[in-house]
């Protein structure tokens, strides 16, 4: 039992307990080690013991209506099983074993005996309880993953340099960071336990081989980097996780850094299937490995745009603030025109080649000005598809330079749609296709419309994406519609008589307004750190020639909103114009 009182006396949760607590938990639990991959419990299972984490790091993931959803980490020093076991309640969530784990275990009786006998032990964990309920993404930021395997998947890459550069421009955000450069013996794991208890970050330099440093990397890394060059084609199979059959496989993330180097030896989509890529990068200049950066040591910023029709137009606004300030946008996503403008700034573009195109699409004519006599909706949508293809061409949504995801809303089952893959035209066409004002988008069996009907702002699947700030912009609150137009409406005939064919008849605002309505009080599940949202006065949602004015009010509420949060987002700023 040496080894286990020394492990104990070395955790900051337990070094606060009277050494015969620590004496009495040792004698009263069951010590023993769980495999990498390996659930502990499951979701709905009975909850008769309480755990402690002695080493390793655990997953806690929970079953969701549209899949399951990773909902924290616990690390090394930390209970799990807790709160199920003192409410006397089924688990709420399954967990399983991220790398192998030393636990030790009580059982409901032991338990409930050491409570009653030591205090000190009823009142650490009453604290813990308290700060996971009433911190909850605290409490997942600070047991986040962080040793991070950066593996080269060619010899030609010389991943050692690459990972010591990303680990000098991390420390450029005030985080300790500790490199390992690949190697061919693997440290003890005591060793690895006490660097990763003392930094914020860990970095794993690898190359793929048959080698005792190699299969540590595999086993101890949180998260994996596969950097591949866009010169190259994968092995398949990938030799990138150990051969297990465990449940938690899935959940081991895996991102991948395209080279851009030589010739393209094939579609970045492959690569993205030979190591089930979560996530894409794409490292072309110091920008990219800033980014990269920023996402590994969790203080990236992620932009999240809403839908709104033409009111979006002032989150064209909003980002040339954010750019102007030196806010870096390292993730983009959006929800019908709000995944409009999001993959603008996909494409890198300039704030002027922005204005150009959103010009040319939306404003100087209206896009959906092809009316027809309403069968599946009011217009033909032929005229929006065009102008995605002329602006849009044939990019795809993995070879963004930014990652990016829009979403659609999936009528036959009820659920949101992520396009993460794929030709980014036909994403932007299903995001935006409003029920009865443009044609659904049919996917095999699948009827897709605009995402603003389940989803119009999806800070929640942002938060899933990265670990740093998320910026919200929405356009889509109140003001967006006027009720005075749908006071004693004319007739189709006299509308058109006053009107001509090219404006869009007050239905089309109905329309567009009953698929973003939300219930803006509600609160969000993962609301964004910074909530901006613009007044965009006398611009309702079909207003697609007043640009200007929407555009100058995203701007200056976003100056605005910058100065306000200009402690936290002036050290990002900061660094990164450092860079």
Not at 196 to 213: G, N, Y
Not at 309 to 333: M, N, S
Not at 504 to 520: K, N, Q, W
Request: proline share 6%; hydrophobic share 45%; with cysteine.
């Amino acid at each position: 039992m040496k080894p286990v009182v020394e492990r104990l006396n070395q955790l900051e949760f337990f070094r606060s307990l009277e050494p015969a607590t620590r004496r009495a938990m040792i004698d009263r639990g069951q010590w023993y080690s769980l495999a990498g991959g390996w659930e502990l419990f499951k979701q709905g299972a009975p909850s008769d013991t309480i755990y402690f984490v002695l080493s390793g790091r655990l997953i806690v993931v929970r079953q969701c209506p549209d899949g399951e959803e990773v909902i924290g980490y616990i690390r090394a020093g930390e209970p799990v099983g807790e709160m199920a076991l003192l409410s006397d309640e089924r688990h709420s969530a399954s967990v399983y074993a991220l790398r192998d784990t030393e636990i030790l275990a009580l059982s409901q009786a032991d338990f409930d005996a050491l409570f009653e006998e030591h205090s000190d032990l009823a009142g650490l964990l009453v604290r813990a309880v308290l700060g996971r309920t009433r911190h909850p993404k605290s409490n997942f930021s600070q047991s986040s993953p962080r040793v991070f395997a950066l593996i080269g998947s060619s010899p030609s890459i010389d991943i050692d340099a690459l990972a010591n550069r990303m680990a000098k421009k991390i420390e450029r955000y005030g985080l300790s960071v500790h490199f390992m450069p690949d190697a061919e013996t693997a440290p003890p794991t005591q060793t690895a336990e006490n660097i990763e208890a003392t930094h914020d970050i860990v970095i794993l330099a690898a190359r793929i081989a048959d080698s005792p440093w190699y299969r540590f990397v595999l086993r101890q890394a949180d998260r994996f980097f596969v950097f591949a060059r866009r010169d190259a084609r994968p092995s398949k199979p990938f030799p990138l996780m150990p051969a297990e059959d465990s449940p938690a496989r899935k959940f081991r993330l895996v991102d991948l850094v395209i080279l851009h180097e030589g010739e393209p030896a094939c579609e970045v989509l492959e690569w993205v299937d030979a190591i089930d890529a979560n996530r894409i990068f794409h490292l072309r200049n110091d920008a990219c490995v800033n980014r990269l950066a920023r996402a590994i040591g969790g203080v990236s910023v992620g932009l999240v745009l809403s839908g709104g029709g033409a009111r979006a137009y002032a989150q064209i606004g909003a980002v040339k603030a954010l750019r102007e300030a030196g806010v870096p946008i390292d993730f983009v996503c959006g929800s019908s025109m709000g995944g409009i403008v999001a993959a603008c700034v996909a494409m890198e573009w300039s704030d002027e080649e922005i204005e150009r195109r959103i010009c040319e699409a939306f404003v100087f004519s209206n896009p959906l000005s092809d009316h027809v006599l309403p069968v599946v909706a009011l217009t033909r949508g032929k005229r929006v598809e065009d102008r995605l293809l002329t602006h849009f061409g044939d990019a795809r949504i993995e070879d963004l330079m930014l990652p990016f995801f829009c979403v659609s809303s999936e009528l036959t089952e009820g659920v949101v749609r992520v396009h993460r893959r794929g030709l980014l035209r036909k994403a932007l066409r299903a995001s935006i296709a409003l029920p009865g004002i443009l044609p659904p988008v049919v996917d095999g069996a699948a009827l897709l419309v605009d995402g603003a009907v389940i989803n119009n702002f999806p800070t929640d699947l942002m938060s899933g994406m990265h670990r740093g700030l998320t910026i919200g912009i929405d356009v889509a609150r109140r003001g967006s519609i006027r009720a005075a137009d749908f006071e004693d409406p004319p007739g189709f005939l006299r509308w058109i008589g006053k009107h001509g064919f090219r404006s869009a008849p007050p239905i089309v605002s109905l329309l567009m307004r009953s698929a973003t309505a939300r219930h803006e009080n509600t609160l969000m599940a993962h609301p964004a750190d910074i909530m901006i949202a613009p007044d965009v006065a006398g611009v309702e949602l079909r207003d697609w020639r007043l640009y200007g004015s929407a555009v100058t009010s995203g701007y200056e509420v976003t100056k605005d909103a910058i100065k306000a949060h200009w402690a936290t987002l002036g050290p990002i700023a900061e660094a990164a114009r450092g860079d």
